[in-house]
């Protein structure tokens, strides 16, 4: 089974800060890498799909790159609304596995 | 639009089985390509796939978990149904419904999720 390593596992910024969270695979999942949001008490929400791609209608200051084993997801500005756990979450040989989550905190 | 929508018991005892049925709205499981998952959530930790069913009745479980899952779908109710045997304490957790990417291999749509307690 593929293993997912995502870190840092907490981070607190500030507003207008770039926050980067980087997600590895224990083996190659070429593009097969996502990303989303969960807010406090709330069903996740897909940001970026397939390592790259936004999804329709979230914001441009939210971006991912990577492939292969090494994935980083990146805020360009932090917005109080981003405060937020985010998750990788992988594809490989018909199986999903989700990272450990990253919860994200303002300075 | 899709909608998706947990349902089930909210406590169950050790030992029992937990079924929880997920109804849709906005897309049929007969469509070439679509799929319905579970994912659970314990408090304050992270989300863990369990089974996903295909619209061919293809079956994909956790490995970990593989041989206490059981998920089935009924196309005429848009309806998945997730079955759990031999409960433990451990297995408290918010579950949530979700659905795949027709073409590809994200969650695109999740319902609001229902949280399951293991008590006795």
């Known amino acids: 089974d593929i293993q997912m390593t995502q870190s840092p596992s907490s981070l607190s910024a500030s507003v207008g800060d770039r926050v980067t969270i980087t997600c590895q695979a224990s083996?190659?999942?070429?593009?097969?890498l996502n990303w989303y949001q969960q807010k406090p008490g709330k069903a996740p929400k897909l940001l970026i799909y397939?390592?790259?791609n936004l999804e329709t209608g979230v914001p441009s200051r939210f971006s991912g790159s990577g492939s292969g084993t090494d994935f980083t997801f990146t805020i360009s500005s932090l917005q109080p609304e981003d405060i937020a756990t985010y998750y990788c979450?992988?594809?490989?040989?018909?199986?999903?596995?989700f990272g450990q989550g990253t919860r994200l905190e303002i300075k | 639009q899709i909608t998706l929508k947990e349902s089930g018991p909210t406590l169950v005892k050790p030992t029992q089985t937990l079924t929880l049925t997920c109804t849709f709205s906005?897309?049929?499981?007969?469509?070439?390509?679509?799929?319905v998952g579970w994912i659970r959530q314990p408090p304050g930790k992270a989300l863990e796939w369990l089974a996903l069913?295909?619209?061919?009745?293809?079956?994909r479980y956790s490995p970990s978990l593989k041989s206490r899952l059981t998920i089935t779908k009924d196309t005429s109710k848009n309806q998945v149904v997730l079955t759990m045997t031999n409960m433990d304490p451990v297995d408290t957790a918010t579950y949530y419904c979700?659905?795949?990417?027709?073409?590809?291999?994200?969650?695109?749509?999740w319902g609001q999720g229902t949280l399951v307690t293991v008590s006795s």
């Open positions: 979700a659905h795949r990417s027709q073409s590809d291999y994200y969650f695109d749509y």
């Open positions: 906005g897309f049929s499981l007969s469509t070439s390509g679509v799929g």
């Open positions: 069913i295909y619209w061919d009745d293809d079956k």
């Open positions: 083996q190659d999942i070429s593009n097969y």
């Open positions: 397939d390592a790259s």
């Open positions: 979450q992988q594809y490989d040989n018909l199986l999903f596995t």
